[in-house]
């Protein structure tokens, strides 16, 4: 097995290290899924890219004459980050398999950004392509830093899949434009949108270059001065209201705010400075505590894609962006790398197997932006931002090719390394290769609870015990503990059996979760379900449904690779009032006994549009 890091190298010593040699079973949930994403969703990026005019808008600059270049800039002034995404997972996907689907595309790139990169290091073609268009004019909307923090993230995602040195040198360039002009006596700049800061620890992670990491330092620092012009919006939608250490509620923009998240615990990382992980890990009990869905998405209003208020989560308006999920996968990542606790885990595994694995169609080349937890009757979903179904690209694409660059190199996230032994954090089939120990896992997680673990080498063996998995066994003495991790003393050749109870369960909300008030959701293992239009009887509603809770809920297993396991619950269907109001003393009579089906959320609208609801309301 080869040993390439992934998206997160710490140089400092972290509570835990990340894997350079680990492979997911490619007929695992997982796996499979891992495989789909490098045979259809990473070349549908790349089609798409270049369909939608990304690459013309270096190829026309690179081919300007003296009167500049021809045509007009094509796409989202911010689309030259859609394709370093892609890149990035290209990268990875080298490091991976090994491809070389994409030699001939990278050798392109590469001589484009030499010859449109600037002397300075300055790259963006929206500003270079843009008549008028000044450099660091506006950083609260021009999204500079953030495109130039993506090229980086892409540079070092192909340095270690490849050991390409070309696109890295270009990273290279641009970061010593940044830490030039925006260092310790440079102009006080920040992006209006976090993400550059990671890229700079990535790329000081890289090449051993400390003024990368102070120039992510100086990002941190100056925001929440309030230097940014809010425009239309406020100082918090851009987390720039308060200093990073005096934030203690998620705010804003979600997607800013979780990647502003995890560029802070990648910069505690590295240096070490506890405040900042203090501010950190509560920040996020706001964010995962108060004002996260079920399925693991965040953002629960459309206006500003932003987050609400504590526990405001109404189902039906969810706005919920897949790129949020993933920002909230990469901050749980480094927060676990940091801490060791479970709980990071724990929420990596919900949203990466709910609320990111439903942003993405079966075939791997339709995907939702927004990931709505209801879907009403009659829904109109002419709007890309609340479509009925997944859609093959957006005008703002910058979903898909996040996805791509996760999931080739969703492997580097499943176990780490300490001074004991081995961690084992996604539960996954696989082979994980650690200093001390190594582990062969043998499992059907998420659909069958029952993992073999055999190890090489002798140390510690440690296995995430979800919290739901009360009642879990294992072939020791030490007795597994839900909502954490069961710690083994193991030496070579020896064989660890665990079992976790995969029992449907109910699951209500707290009261405070007003919108779901008096309703259920149903789980099985780590997976949410729903009920879907297209399984329930003709002339039933999914609007018309209670859930009998004290029913029996059986299972139904297929041999479908979309919904192998449907669940049977039982209700009635309610009858409707004739008026929209009605006396509270007169209830509609005539319900009727129903039975009806619930499968994975992940699964939805694979069967084209209709009406979807994961909370329940009650007999």
């Known amino acids: 097995m080869t040993d390439i890091l992934g998206p997160v190298a710490t140089r400092r010593k972290a509570v835990l290290t990340p894997l350079g040699a680990a492979t997911i079973d490619g007929n695992s949930f997982l796996g499979a899924w891992q495989a789909r994403n490098a045979d259809k969703t990473i070349p549908h990026c790349v089609e798409n890219i270049e369909s939608s005019g990304v690459i013309q808008n270096f190829r026309r600059l690179a081919d300007a004459g003296p009167d500049g270049p021809a045509g007009a800039f094509q796409g989202l002034w911010f689309a030259d980050s859609d394709l370093y995404k892609t890149i990035e997972a290209i990268g990875w996907e080298q490091g991976r398999s090994g491809t070389d689907r994409y030699d001939a595309l990278l050798a392109e790139l590469a001589d484009l950004f030499e010859k449109v990169q600037l002397p300075d290091g300055y790259l963006d073609t929206y500003v270079q392509g843009t008549p008028d268009a000044v450099a660091f004019a506006h950083p609260e909307y021009a999204h500079e830093l953030y495109c130039a923090g993506h090229l980086m993230q892409a540079a070092v995602a192909l340095h270690r899949g ?103 615990t990648d910069l505690y990382l590295e240096n070490g400075d506890e405040t900042l992980l203090e501010a950190m890990e509560k920040l996020w009990d706001s964010a995962f505590h108060t004002k996260m869905y079920i399925t693991g998405a965040h953002g629960s209003r459309h206006r500003d894609e932003a987050y609400g208020d504590p526990y405001e989560l109404p189902p039906d308006r969810a706005y919920a962006e897949t790129c949020a999920s993933i920002a909230a996968f990469q901050w749980c990542w480094r927060l676990l790398l940091a801490t060791g606790k479970s709980r990071y885990a724990e929420e990596m595994e919900r949203t990466l197997l709910n609320a990111i694995a439903a942003s993405t169609s079966a075939t791997g080349t339709e995907f939702f932006y927004s990931n709505p937890l209801q879907l009403r009757t009659g829904h109109n979903g002419d709007d890309e931002d609340s479509p009925s179904e997944r859609l093959s690209w957006y005008s703002c694409a910058c979903c898909p090719p996040n996805l791509a660059r996760l999931l080739a190199s969703v492997h580097s996230y499943a176990a780490t390394a300490d001074d004991n032994g081995l961690q084992l954090h996604l539960l996954t089939a696989g082979t994980f290769e650690g200093p001390s120990v190594s582990a062969t896992v043998v499992s059907a997680y998420p ?173």
């Not at 700049?189 to 790329?203: K, N, Q, S, Y």
């Not at 090489?456 to 503990?481: I, N, Q, Y």
């Not at 780590?526 to 018309?544: H, S, W």
Request: charge should be negative; proline fraction near 8%.
């Open 162 to 264: 490849s050991g390409d040195e070309r696109f890295l040198a270009v990273a290279r360039r641009l970061g010593d434009m940044i830490v030039k002009r925006f260092g310790e006596d440079g102009e006080p700049v920040i992006d209006g949108h976090p993400e550059v800061e990671t890229a700079l620890v990535e790329l000081y992670r890289e090449t051993g270059e400390e003024a990368y990491l102070r120039a992510a330092e100086l990002q941190v620092e100056r925001r929440g001065h309030r230097t940014l012009d809010p425009g239309r919006f406020t100082p918090a939608y851009y987390q720039d209201h308060l200093r990073v250490r005096e934030a203690t509620e998620a705010i804003g923009h979600s997607v800013r705010q979780l990647y502003l998240g995890a560029g802070v």
């Open 447 to 619: 659909w069958d609870g029952d993992f073999e673990i055999t190890v090489r080498g002798s140390g510690e063996l440690a296995v995430r015990v979800p919290s739901w998995a009360v009642g879990a066994t294992a072939s020791v003495d030490t007795k597994p503990a839900p909502g954490d991790y069961l710690r083994v003393p193991v030496h070579d050749g020896e064989t660890i059996r665990l079992s976790l109870p995969m029992k449907p369960r109910l699951i209500r909300a707290d009261d405070r979760v007003d919108a779901v008030r008096g309703c259920v959701a149903v789980a099985r293992g780590p997976l949410i379900f729903c009920v879907e239009q297209a399984d329930l009887p003709e002339g039933v509603l999914v609007e018309q449904l209670r859930l009998d809770p004290s029913a029996e809920i059986t299972e139904e297993w297929a041999s479908d690779d979309v919904t192998p396991l449907r669940l049977h619950l039982s209700g009635l269907v309610k009858k409707d009032q004739p008026d929209l109001y009605a006396p509270y003393e007169a209830p509609p009579a005539g319900d009727t006994p129903v039975s009806f089906t619930a499968i994975p959320y992940h699964s939805w609208a694979n069967r084209g549009p209709g009406a979807m609801r994961v909370w329940l309301p009650l007999t």
